[in-house]
């Protein structure tokens, strides 16, 4: 089966400061994705990548960008956290027709 | 843009009933759509896919339909039991992009 794993299950950091999130993949997929969910909002998508060096933006960018340097992972990167990018940040890895994701990561900015 | 809808957000059951979870979609020019099954505070776990080829998928006690021409896909639990609880996601994918668009989600509480 495939794995996503993402780096940090919880995570705290100050507003203004910069943020890595980092996921990666074991099965050499090409299309990644980073979500953020948020209570009566759902999953919204921030940034997808179809290859290394590839990046698209979801439909909720602003705020954030995106590294993939490497095909099995994929980094989602804070410039300056601010308290309404407190949420649940999920990536997920084609599989095939579908998803798999990784197990989250719970961040909050204070 | 494909938007998913899921009514109820919350169904509380009793354990050993059976159920049917809803989900439906704008755009019936879908590609494949996936059901999910997320604890609190966990990531997303894939149940069930069904491609645009298909009407239907099993695994276990779990059935999921899907009809595009009428824009909905069910999600069927036989004989729910209380390890069921959880928020269940259903995810639809358009023929025109390469993402999921996801539901908000029916929060499913089954009662021992």
């Known amino acids: 089966d495939v794995k996503v794993t993402q780096s940090s299950r919880y995570l705290v950091k100050r507003t203004g400061e910069k943020v890595f999130l980092e996921c990666v993949q074991d099965m050499d997929h090409e299309n990644m994705f980073w979500y953020r969910q948020d209570p009566g909002l759902g999953l919204r998508l921030i940034y997808f990548?179809?290859?290394?060096?590839?990046?698209e933006k979801g439909d909720i960018p602003e705020g954030y960008s995106v590294s993939r340097e490497k095909k099995e992972r994929f980094s989602l990167i804070l410039e300056s956290a601010s308290t309404n990018q407190t949420s649940m940040y999920l990536c997920?890895?084609?599989?095939?027709?579908?998803?798999?994701f990784g197990s989250g990561t719970r961040l909050t900015v204070v | 843009k494909q938007e998913v809808t899921q009514i109820p957000a919350a169904l509380s059951v009793p354990e050993g009933e059976n159920l049917v979870l809803n989900c439906s979609f704008t755009d019936s020019a879908i590609y494949n759509l996936q059901w999910f099954r997320q604890d609190p505070g966990k990531g997303l776990t894939s149940l069930l896919l069904?491609?645009?080829?298909?009407r239907e998928q099993t695994s276990g006690r779990l059935n999921a339909s899907l009809d595009k021409s009428s824009g909905r896909s069910t999600l069927y639990i036989a004989a729910s039991q209380p390890g069921d609880s959880a928020t269940y996601l259903c995810?639809?994918?358009?023929?025109?992009?390469?993402?999921?668009?996801f539901g908000t989600g029916t929060s499913l509480t089954v009662i021992p």
């Open positions: 997920a890895s084609r599989v095939s027709y579908g998803y798999t």
């Open positions: 995810a639809a994918e358009t023929n025109t992009g390469n993402q999921f668009y």
């Open positions: 990548s179809y290859d290394v060096k590839m990046k």
């Open positions: 069904i491609q645009s080829s298909q």
